[in-house]
Every structure is written in C-alpha cells, then in structure tokens.
C-alpha cells in the first residue's frame, strides 16, 4: 500500500514492526491517532520516549524499574528469604497479580537456548548465584516456562546452587507442558506457587 | 494489572487506548519496544508526533498530506473531471490500490449519521458544493460505505447537485451491503468503479 503522505507512511510502517500488527491494523492505528487531540498523541509519543530514556533496571532483580532499586526490592514487607526466578519482567507481573507470592523475584532476561544461541552467559544466572551467595535466602523458586528451554535453565542453575544449603523449588506442574507463563490463568498460577514442589534434577 | 513501575503503566495505558488493543497486548508491545535500541524507539515516538505537527490536510480534497496541496491534486496527469466523494483518508487509498481511477478526490471525513449526531454542517459537503461549483467537473461519483449512513450521505450530496447539469454516479453494488469501503478486495473495489451505475436517488 503506497501511501500519498511520506509523514502517513512513516507512521503507519512503524506500526508494522510490532509484533502482531499487520499493514491494515498498523493504519487503522494510526487514523485512530490522527483523529485525537495533539495533547494526546505528545503523550502517547512521550510515554513511548520515557521507556528507554527515563526506565531502568533495577540492581538488584533486573526488574524493569523508575528507580535503580525497584518497588519489590524495596518493600521492606516482603520476605528476603525467598528469590523467585522467572524469565521476564511480564512473568513477575503475572505472578504478583496472583497474590499468592511476597518474596523477592530475580529477572533472568531470557532462557538457555542453545538452539537460538543463547548460553548461561548471556543472561543473568551469574548475578543470580552472586546474589544467593551474598543475601544467602532460604529458598530459590523456579518459575520458568515449563518447556525445554525452561527446563534446561532450571537444570543448569540447580547444579550451580547443588553445594550450598539451600531450598530449590519449581512450580508445580498444574501449568500446562509447552505453555507459555505469561498465558496461564491467575488461580492455576497462584495454585502452582502454593504447591511448588522440591526440584529434582 | 499493578505495574510495578509508572513509565511502564503509563505506555502500557497508552497502547490500551488504541481500538482492538487490549491490556495483554499493550504489554506485549511495549515490552517489544523495550527490547528495541533507543534510536528506534525514538524514531517511533517522533513518527506519531509529526501526525499531529507536520501532517497537513490537502485544502482542497481534505485528503491528509505533507503539503497544503496533496500529491494527488498536484498532479496533472489525474483527471479533473471526476470527482469521487469518500469518507476517509483510508478509502482513498483503497480506491488508489486498484489503480482503476485517475481522477479527484473529496474526503468528506465522514457520512451523515443521526444516530450519531452528524449532520450535513459537520463533514465536508458545503466544501464539496463549492468545489463542484468553481471547477464544474463533469462527474461526481460517490464511493461510500454501503450502509445506511452512505446512502443518507450519498442521497443529501445528489439532492443538492440537482440543479447542476453533471453526471452524479455510485459505486456499482458488488460491494457487499452492509460492508466497511475499506474491507473490500481490490478486485471487488475496481470493478466497481469500471460498473459504476447513474444515481437514483
């Protein structure tokens, strides 16, 4: 679709690189956009800037923060003694809508995935066993994908924390095989942190 | 959803006003763009600004535009002779994908809608009458939804074109009754300007 305006077109192409959003959708966005007040879309069109220029990430937990130490890790009301180490920043939110969690979390930024190339190393497994070492927790909860690369990632930091006393727990598999965390419901997610079982290697 | 962290709730806000944009998905997108380098989010940011400061509406067919005149109106290979009434900015360039006409436009940015409020004094019908008036083409052609709304807009517009010796004609109906202008296939579309029938109010 050749647009008449370059300023339509930019628009509408970068619409288009979003996950999900094809040509018609991306256009219908934006002449959705085009009939709100500039107020509106200066707020839109900041909100979008401040993700990369003002979030960070917090030091403690890689969450996705306003400050260099998030609102979890600045909680003093949560329990220190557990870590719950999840996949992504969508994970934590997913479980903390749960209500069924007041530990702290730990943000891996990805699993091991040999087949994308992605190895211990490039997510934050290293920071995590530091972590451990350092606020020594009562027990690391596994709340990962419950598929090959989540497994894998689960494995791998077990036989890391093997030499230090310490609880290693997984969700219970009331999630489905191959489902993708964020996609379970809220009472099969909270249940499964309720019933987490011992981690078996 | 309790976002821990304002920057993201606001983005995650913004995308959720969006049609068809839900909460799970406004997540989905803006921890794409989280994923992004800075450039290009900012690239992004800027393309929705310039919606609203640097896109223009061509003064004389109401289509959006780069310039005060749109690409269309400047160009003096199209024929003046014909103009083809549409509701939006979008069936403009559905019309365009069939490459079936090669004359005007008129985007009256809406159809008359009782049930709504809009009457006549609200879309651009008076801009219309004026136009056909001082350019005298020989053909006007309405190419409106095919609802309800289309065939009170369309039945106004030839009302007052009554007294003027020019050719008034429609879209012929292969376009299904009832469907969206901008949701027909492109074959569909382009016959239907080829068979476009005279108007019968």
Partial sequence: MELPSQ????AVEQF???PGIGKKTAMRLVLHLLRQEESDVNEFSQALLRLKTDLKECRECHMASDDHLCMICQDRHRNRAQICVVQDIQDVMAIENTMQYRGLYHVLGGLISPMDG?????IKIEDLLRRVSIETPEE????????????TTAFYISRQ?????????????????GGQLEYADEITLGRSIHLRTPYQA
């Fill in 7 to 10: 300023i339509l077109q930019k």
């Fill in 16 to 18: 288009n690189t979003l």
């Fill in 118 to 122: 992605i190895g211990p190393d490039q």
């Fill in 140 to 151: 690391v909860i596994f709340a990962l994908s419950a598929n090959m690369e989540g497994d």
């Fill in 161 to 177: 924390l093997k030499d230090i006393n310490i609880r290693v727990s997984v969700l219970s598999r009331g999630i489905s095989v």
